[in-house]
């Protein structure tokens, strides 16, 4: 089984910065998306970043600008870097995969466990 563990949230003040981080482990062949996806209270969840194999970005309009998703392909690891943060920027952060665990094996998707971020003075 793959797994997914994600840290680096926490609280922040608004325009504030925080890093987070999302490692996979497991039986992994080769991991095609990762990406971060996040849930506010009452909302639904929504797409943040994604990053390709190739390094192709993806990013809502409500974070263009202020967040960077980066990848580490040698470490299977995604990374969100969160810059003048506000407080709407509030939510559970989870970190998404899209991954085949062999090369004769169909894709699939992974979720982490999901960080808590919370922009408030």
């Known amino acids: 089984q793959v797994q997914l563990v994600e840290s680096g949230g926490g609280l922040v003040q608004p325009g504030g910065s925080l890093r987070l981080s999302c490692a996979a482990s497991?039986?992994?062949?080769?991991?095609?998306?990762m990406g971060w996806y996040r849930q506010a209270p009452g909302n639904q969840r929504e797409l943040v970043a994604t990053?390709?194999?190739?390094?192709?970005?993806n990013y809502a309009d409500s974070v263009k600008g202020r967040f960077t998703i980066s990848r580490d392909n040698a470490k299977n690891a995604v990374y969100l870097q969160m810059n003048s943060l506000k407080p709407e920027d509030t939510a559970v952060y989870y970190c998404?995969?899209?991954?085949?665990?062999?090369?004769?094996?169909?894709?699939?998707?992974?979720w982490g466990q999901g960080t808590q971020v919370t922009v408030s003075s």
């Open positions: 497991g039986r992994i062949f080769s991991i095609y998306i």
């Open positions: 998404n995969s899209v991954l085949r665990s062999s090369d004769s094996g169909p894709p699939y998707t992974r």
């Open positions: 990053i390709n194999i190739g390094g192709v970005t």
